[in-house]
């Protein structure tokens, strides 16, 4: 069956950096295309960043994690990337990693938190 399963979430200072990973199995990775969401406490879910299917693909950012979170794709490895530099106590959510075709994301992840506090 389908698995995504987020790791390298955790507890960091505000200008700090994590990098977390989405390992997927039992999809056909490199013709996906993934993206990672997040959800705060008594916020709605919202699109983080998104990469098309392929051997590189095309990137897209939140308006608000632009130029500080770089999102990449391993397809050897089945694994999807999110390096976040300089966080800020706003990015602190639950960051979950999704895989999809034609415009829209089938299977998720359990997600990882993120907590962003001095």
């Known amino acids: 069956q389908v698995q995504l399963v987020e790791s390298g979430g955790g507890s960091v200072q505000p200008g700090e950096s994590l990098r977390l990973s989405c390992a997927a199995s039992?999809?056909?990775?490199?013709?996906?295309?993934m993206g990672w969401y997040r959800q705060a406490p008594g916020m709605q879910r919202e699109e983080v960043a998104t990469l098309t299917s392929g051997d590189f693909g095309y990137p897209a950012y939140l308006a608000s994690v632009s130029g500080r979170f770089t999102i990449s794709r391993d397809n050897a490895k089945t694994t999807l990337y999110l390096q976040m530099n300089n966080l800020k106590p706003e990015d602190t959510a639950v960051y979950y990693c999704a895989a999809g075709r034609w415009g829209g994301m089938e299977y998720w992840g359990k997600g990882t938190q993120v907590t962003v506090s001095s």
């Open positions: 039992g999809i056909d990775f490199r013709h996906y295309d």
